[in-house]
């Protein structure tokens, strides 16, 4: 039998990835379907031979001398048996999750390949790596075991028979669900997307492949921009698709189905996509299943899968208006025709899911233009936002830290601000689009008013919290106050933005004017000293770091970009892509001295930032 050798010289890429590399130049196979736009096939120096003799002990490892006062001892006989054993049985372990990667890949494969005519697959526009090929580049992370101390017992089939499918599990538990929310695991366990969801995708097989795909693409992007460096960012014209939002699912996605004859590389996210789809679409035929809080909170998460994502199908604002409509379905019901938000809080499954809910139609609409998408559209559900009457159950929810809603970062009452704020803005683009006329004194007024609310209840409010922190935290319990102290920065960023849309999108006060300068310093500020790089509070706040940041282009602004950049160029490191589309936004407003809204226009997009 031939002896095989095995070669050395293919590029670095695919070395990172542990893959086979062609070694076709000036680019391989490989690198071509990633996207790289060039092949590295370096030669790097490898510094061997004996170690340094020297009494000082020195010694070279990777290029580098390393000096130490004493000569290291060689390893006793007992340390090198445990030694080996670790090896056998790391090498033990590699083998069987390789093999139950094999395993379940080749059963999906399977299933997909049954699927009957009306149970088509989907293909995702965009061909992302395969996890199957990535995975080990992430070797860096902490391993961490599932625990599953919140999750019911006995745990589902596909997780118990599957390492594999169990390893997403731990990836989304333990990276992605972080970025969902404003504030770390260590400063909010009782965090919704790492409490709720899981519980209840353990009783719903479609909520789990969803989740399943989730971590798999965020581990899939974390893999590719630990590759390189450079993360190609797509023309905005491949971004645009025509919005349907006439179907709770997307009616195109299943005019993009997999051609049998058609050698087509389908990723593992792709086919748990499709089995979420296809498992979805089941559900809202069954009228037990359609009312359930699991298939509302399936479809809120494929909207949050693309905004998360941005992903090129731009489909989200369907879901948003696919989980609107069931709602309505549930308020009808109940005699009602407005969705009640309200500063008291709950602990319900249909309570957060509502909530979310509200927090990414509030905030898509913000940054939405009337020529993209009717307002006929964003208005499909009303909001009725209550207020609490009972000043000493306020006061003792400030007390207790209870009054901005953690999952959201967000006061209710500043999100019925941002709600003002997006119908404002929409009534100006309406009467600017029909005759192009001046701004009425009636809605000059209520702009005035507005911003007025806006800014007099972030100042009184901040002021009572001052007073409650010295009262009460100031002394011996500043650990309980920091998750509070992000909390109070997300709130206020958000109440700032709102007030600042008014100025600009309605007022359309020009970018030289004292009053919108002043106002991006301040955000700027509090961004800057409050919001850490590369945090979950900074993938709370990307809508704000989006709209602000894109507004810096006079001379005067141009210092405070890095503020903003060096957070949006974090988020894409950490896999949260969709900053890529932010960051190739700004840059062109930067660029070319145009307004973001006038862009996204130009564009035809519908975009969103609300993760």
């Known amino acids: 039998m031939a002896k095989y050798t095995r070669s050395r010289n293919g590029c670095k890429a695919c070395k990172a990835f542990k893959i086979k590399c062609d070694e076709q130049k000036p680019r391989c196979q490989n690198c071509i379907r990633r996207g790289l736009e060039y092949c590295d096939y370096s030669k790097v120096l490898q510094w061997g031979g004996r170690p340094c003799r020297k009494k000082t002990g020195a010694r070279p490892e990777d ?21 080996a054993k670790a090896a056998r049985a790391a090498a033990a372990a590699t083998a069987a999750a390789a093999a139950s990667r094999e395993t379940i890949e080749t059963s999906v494969d399977h299933e997909v390949e049954q699927a009957t005519p009306s149970d088509q697959s989907v ?61 770390p695991r260590e400063l909010y366990s009782d965090n919704p997307f790492y409490q709720m969801l899981p519980q209840m995708a353990m009783r719903s097989p479609t909520l789990l492949y969803l989740l399943l795909a989730f971590g798999a693409n965020h581990k899939n992007m974390m893999a590719a921009n630990c590759a390189t460096e450079q993360v190609s960012l797509l023309p905005l014209e491949d971004f645009y698709v025509n919005c349907s939002t006439d179907s709770l699912v997307p009616v195109d996605l299943w005019q993009a189905c997999v051609d049998p004859q058609s050698p087509v590389n389908v990723s593992v996210t792709d086919k748990l996509l499709t089995k979420t789809f296809n498992q979805l679409l089941a559900n809202l035929m069954n009228a037990e299943e ?6 509302l909170a399936t479809i809120m998460m494929l909207a949050a899968f693309d905004i998360f994502f941005s992903d090129k199908r731009r489909k989200w604002r369907a879901h948003v208006y696919g989980a609107g409509r069931l709602i309505m379905e549930r308020l009808c019901d109940s005699g009602s025709n407005m969705l009640t938000i309200s500063d008291e809080g709950e602990s319900n499954d249909l309570f957060f899911i509502t909530r979310w809910f509200s927090y990414v139609d509030i905030i898509g609409s913000l940054s939405s233009t009337s020529k993209v998408i009717t307002s006929e559209k964003l208005r499909a559900i009303k909001y009725k936002f209550e207020k609490m009457t009972d000043q ?31 119908w404002l803005i929409r009534e100006r683009e309406q009467r600017q689009d029909a005759n192009g006329g001046e701004i009425t004194q009636k809605l000059l007024s209520q702009v005035l008013e507005l911003d007025y609310e806006i800014n007099a209840h972030l100042n009184e409010s901040e002021r ?78 990307i809508f704000c770091l989006f709209c602000c940041g894109c507004e810096l282009l006079s001379d005067s602004m141009v210092k405070y970009r890095p503020v903003y950049m060096k957070r949006i160029d974090s988020l894409n490191r950490k896999g949260v892509s969709s900053a890529a589309m932010a960051k190739r936004i700004m840059e062109k407003c930067w660029n070319e001295k145009k307004f973001w809204w006038d862009i996204l226009r130009e564009n035809n997009l519908d975009i969103t930032f609300a993760i």
Not at 147 to 161: F, K, T
Not at 502 to 514: G, Y
Not at 530 to 539: E, K, N, R, V, Y
Request: charged share 20%.
């Open 464 to 541: 009572e919290r001052d007073e409650i922190f010295k009262a009460y935290y100031s002394q011996g319990r500043p650990e309980i106050y920091k998750g509070y102290r992000i909390l109070r920065a997300t709130n206020l960023i958000f109440g700032l933005t709102g007030s600042f849309q008014l100025k600009r999108r309605v007022l359309n006060l020009p970018q030289n004017s004292r009053i919108i300068e002043d106002s991006l310093v301040k955000i700027t500020k509090l961004v800057d000293e409050s919001i850490p790089l590369g945090s979950s509070s900074t993938s709370c706040i």
């Open 392 to 422: 000493e159950n306020w006061s003792r929810r400030r007390i207790n830290l209870k009054d901005i809603e953690a999952g959201t970062g967000l006061e209710a009452k500043v999100l019925s601000y941002l709600a003002d704020v997006s």
């Open 123 to 183: 293909v995702l526009a965009d061909q992302s790596m395969d996890i199957a090929e990535s995975w080990q580049s992430l070797s860096f992370l902490p391993t961490t075991s599932l625990v599953g101390s919140h999750l019911p017992s006995p745990m589902p089939d596909i997780l118990l028979s599957s390492p594999y499918y169990m390893e997403l599990f731990e990836f989304y538990l333990k990276e992605t669900c972080n970025f969902l929310v404003p504030l």
């Open 63 to 83: 290029g580098v001398l390393f000096s130490s006062r004493r000569a290291q001892k060689p390893p006793s006989a007992a340390l090198v048996q445990e030694l």
């Open 290 to 295: 359609r009312t359930s809080d699991s298939t």
